[in-house]
């Protein structure tokens, strides 16, 4: 059995991991006694300014609650046979919709591709969406380095 060793990835192996979208967890922080929520979600990267921009399901009614300011943490993996390889990102959601639209938000959603993935009960034409981005306070690549056999 090979022994493994995680390290961290470059900046550039980071960029090409992310891409300019993909899918993650994102979980957000209830309160302290309960359990922090966490739904599979897809993102947008931008590597110019190493931000994340996420297309939501809009219901406040849910247990998500309202999500502007959130503190949040969002992980997204590979998968496959390759070494795994795992990006973390935690802060704060802001709101991206147009009434929050800044030049700088605009810019960013250019750099992006969202996918738009359907987990919903109900067809996508139905769902009400919301934007949000997260500029990361921390953000953490790390990748399975193998030794031996």
Do not use: C, H
């Amino acid at each position: 059995m090979a022994e493994t060793n995680r390290a961290e990835m470059s900046d550039d192996d980071r960029e090409a991991f992310l891409g300019v979208g993909g899918t993650g967890v994102l979980s957000l922080a209830v309160d302290e006694e309960t359990a922090p929520y966490a739904a599979p979600v897809s993102y947008g990267y931008d590597p110019e300014e190493s931000v994340f921009y996420f297309r939501l399901a809009a219901n406040r009614d849910s247990e998500k609650g309202r999500l502007d300011g959130r503190p949040v943490t969002f992980v997204t993996y590979g998968d496959g046979d390759e070494p795994w390889k795992s990006v973390v990102a935690s802060g704060r959601l802001e709101d991206a919709s147009r009434e929050a639209i800044t030049s700088e938000v605009l810019d960013g959603f250019e750099r992006v591709d969202i996918p738009l993935v359907d987990v919903f009960d109900r067809p996508v034409r139905e769902v009400t969406f919301e934007f949000f981005r997260l500029v990361p306070d921390e953000l953490t690549a790390r990748e399975e380095l193998q030794r031996g056999t």
